[in-house]
């Protein structure tokens, strides 16, 4: 510890005060952006670095928190308060959160956008009033190419891509490595023709990644590997004609409404064709893409920027994406052999890919 040198010093090289100092380097949005360069500057003159045993303890120190730095808002858009809560992907990153934030000795408390005469300015000034520095944004409805917001005064994450910018760091299932996973179990199964269904509003909000991963698979496997339907809302007679065209053995749907159209199609599941949804649904072998896990991240993201006072919009956006894990259920045929362990989705054949499967 000999030679460390004090915040007095840095004060003294700055020509301000030791309470200056302090918060300089905890990058407070109370200094000045010129104030704080200065003595940034004189402590890399004077080699200055934090204690990180100092640093440890101080963000023990919560009996001085304000209260409102106790409670992460978490903001939704959808045209109803309880809205969001209508699927089951949303309540489920919720739930997450929830837990995560508890962890770190906060509270999850929702905020809704549309409240009337509500606009994202007056919410800022409300949570501003409150002292609320946290701030997670959740999926949107729809995909929203912008969204202004006074991002300067708050420690921000987004759920997923369904707010395309401005770039806050966002956790969202890793939909390209989970579409990956569950064609190629498919495929594994001795399924030779699936089929995709998605809409096109769930795969704008995915940001086009399942799509993407369907076209490598067809790339590595062939185009009757797996077909595509893209639709822009839920039809039983769309559905219908385009499985009497294509014929799939089996079906991979985004909407699990799509599940009983299915059935009512006299199609023998699993005996003639599988049937597996992108979410985790009981009775059915499903994609679970981990949602409450996305949102513990989503917080975990927010609660290093208040630790570290970094607010405003990042110079370098992080995404942290999480992996999904195959569910097995009665809708597929089983696994005539028992499966070697999925890769990120390196199609056989491919350099690197694992022989034998």
């Known amino acids: 510890m000999a030679g460390r040198p004090t915040m007095k010093q840095i004060a003294d090289a700055a020509g301000v005060s030791i309470a200056t100092v302090s918060m300089a380097l905890r990058n407070s949005p109370k200094i000045t952006a010129e104030t704080r360069a200065k003595v940034r500057a004189a402590a890399e003159s004077l080699n200055y670095r934090p204690d990180p045993l100092i640093a440890a303890l101080s963000t023990r120190r919560t009996e001085a928190r304000p209260r409102g730095l106790e409670t992460i808002a978490y903001l939704t858009a959808f045209p109803t308060r309880e809205g969001w809560r209508q699927n089951r992907f949303s309540p489920a990153v919720y739930e997450g959160a929830w837990a995560r934030a508890a962890q770190h000795g906060y509270r999850l408390e929702h905020f809704w956008l549309r409240e009337p005469q509500m606009t ?23 995909v929203v190419s912008h969204f202004s917001f006074p991002w300067e005064h708050f420690c921000s994450a987004a759920i997923g891509y369904s707010m395309m910018k401005p770039a806050l760091h966002r956790a969202c299932p890793h939909q390209f490595q989970g579409m990956q996973l569950t064609l190629n179990r498919l495929r594994r199964l001795g399924y030779e023709r699936i089929g995709v269904a998605l809409g096109r509003r769930v795969s704008k909000i995915v940001a086009q990644h399942w799509i993407a991963s369907v076209l490598l698979f067809q790339y590595a496997h062939g185009r009757n590997a797996a077909t595509c339907l893209v639709y822009e809302e839920s039809d039983r007679v769309e559905l219908r004609k385009w499985m009497q065209r294509h014929q799939p053995d089996a079906m991979v749907v985004s909407d699990i409404a799509l599940l009983e159209w299915i059935r009512e199609l006299g199609v023998r599941v699993p005996e003639e064709m599988g ?83």
């Open 120 to 142: 994202p300015r007056r919410m800022a000034d409300i949570l501003q009033a409150r002292g609320i520095l946290g701030l997670c944004v959740a999926a949107f409805p729809e």
């Open 275 to 357: 049937l597996v949804p992108l979410e985790r649904y009981p009775g059915y072998a499903s994609l679970d893409q981990k949602p409450e896990k996305v949102g513990a991240a989503a917080i975990d993201l927010i609660v290093g920027q208040i630790q570290r006072n970094e607010t405003g919009l990042p110079a370098d956006p992080r995404v942290v994406m999480v992996e999904g894990t195959w569910v097995d259920g009665p809708t597929v045929r089983p696994a005539p052999i028992k499966t070697p362990a999925e890769d990120f989705g390196t199609p056989a054949g491919w350099p690197g890919a694992a022989t034998g499967v």
